[in-house]
T-cell receptor, first 114, second 114 residues
Framework: DVKVTQSSRYLVKRTGEKVFLECVQDMDHENMFWYRQDPGLGLRLIYFSYDVKMKEKGDIPEGYSVSREKKERFSLILESASTNQTSMYLC?????????????FGPGTRLTVT | AQSVTQPDIHITVSEGASLELRCNYSYGATPYLFWYVQSPGQGLQLLLKYFSGDTLVQGIKGFEAEFKRSQSSFNLRKPSVHWSDAAEYFCAVGPYTGGFKTIFGAGTRLFVKA
C-alpha cells in the first residue's frame, strides 16, 4: 500500500513564526502536492513538484514556499505565519508512469496560527 | 475554464436508503474523473475513477458512478447506505492546465441517520 505520512497531525503556531510541514511518501512517486482544505472551498492547490528540486505554483502560492531535496520528501514552508493560514493542509503524491492522475493523500495537518 | 461543481453542501440519508451525490464538471476534452472520500480526521481515499470505456464504474465500499458526457455529470451512487459511510465526498477532474494536477469540488458532507 502507498503510504503518505505528514510530520504532525496538529500544530499551533504564533503569528510571524516560520512553519515547516513535512511530507514523506514511500512509493517512489515523481509528483507531490500540497493542498489547503477549508470548509466550503474544497481542496486548493498551493504548490506541486514533478521531480526533485522542481516545483510549480498552484492556485494559491502566496505566503508559502516549498522544498524538494529528495524524491520521497516534500516540505511546505510558511515563511511568516499569519492567522489567515489557519487551515487543514493535505499532502498527496502520484506516479508519472502508468499515468492515471490518481493521488494518494496523507492524513493532513491541522494548523492553527494564533 | 475547468471546474467541478458539487451542488449539495450536505445530504442526510437514513441508514439502508439509497444515495446519489451529484457532480458536474466543465472540461474541454474527455476528462479523467474521480470520487474521493474523507472520513473525519483523515486524508482523502480514492473511491473510484473513470478514464474511458464503460461509463458505469464500480468502486470500493459498494459505490458506483456513472459518466454522462451529454450532461457533463459524474454522479456517485450507493444502493444501501451504512452508518460508516458518513463522511465528506469530493468529486475531482483532471488533468488541468497541463501536468498532473486535478481540480476538486467543494465537497458534499453525508450524514447518516439511524
Amino acid at each position: 500500500d502507498v503510504k503518505v505520512t505528514q510530520s504532525s497531525r496538529y500544530l499551533v503556531k504564533r503569528t510571524g513564526e516560520k512553519v515547516f510541514l513535512e511530507c514523506v511518501q514511500d512509493m517512489d512517486h515523481e509528483n507531490m502536492f500540497w493542498y489547503r482544505q477549508d470548509p466550503g472551498l474544497g481542496l486548493r492547490l498551493i504548490y506541486f513538484s514533478y521531480d526533485v528540486k522542481m516545483k510549480e505554483k498552484g492556485d494559491i502560492p502566496e505566503g508559502y514556499s516549498v522544498s524538494r531535496e529528495k524524491k520521497e520528501r516534500f516540505s511546505l514552508i510558511l515563511e511568516s505565519a499569519s492567522t489567515n493560514q489557519t487551515s487543514m493542509y493535505l499532502c498527496a503524491s502520484s506516479p508519472t508512469s502508468g499515468v492515471t492522475y490518481e493521488q494518494y493523500f496523507g492524513p493532513g495537518t491541522r494548523l492553527t496560527v494564533t | 475554464a475547468q471546474s467541478v461543481t458539487q451542488p449539495d453542501i450536505h445530504i442526510t440519508v437514513s441508514e439502508g436508503a439509497s444515495l446519489e451525490l451529484r457532480c458536474n464538471y466543465s472540461y474541454g476534452a474527455t476528462p479523467y474523473l474521480f470520487w474521493y472520500v474523507q472520513s473525519p480526521g483523515q486524508g482523502l481515499q480514492l473511491l473510484l475513477k473513470y478514464f474511458s470505456g464503460d461509463t458505469l464504474v464500480q468502486g470500493i465500499k459498494g459505490f458506483e458512478a456513472e459518466f454522462k458526457r451529454s450532461q457533463s455529470s459524474f454522479n456517485l451512487r450507493k444502493p444501501s447506505v451504512h452508518w460508516s459511510d458518513a463522511a465528506e465526498y469530493f468529486c475531482a477532474v483532471g488533468p488541468y492546465t497541463g501536468g498532473f494536477k486535478t481540480i476538486f469540488g467543494a465537497g458534499t458532507r453525508l450524514f447518516v441517520k439511524a
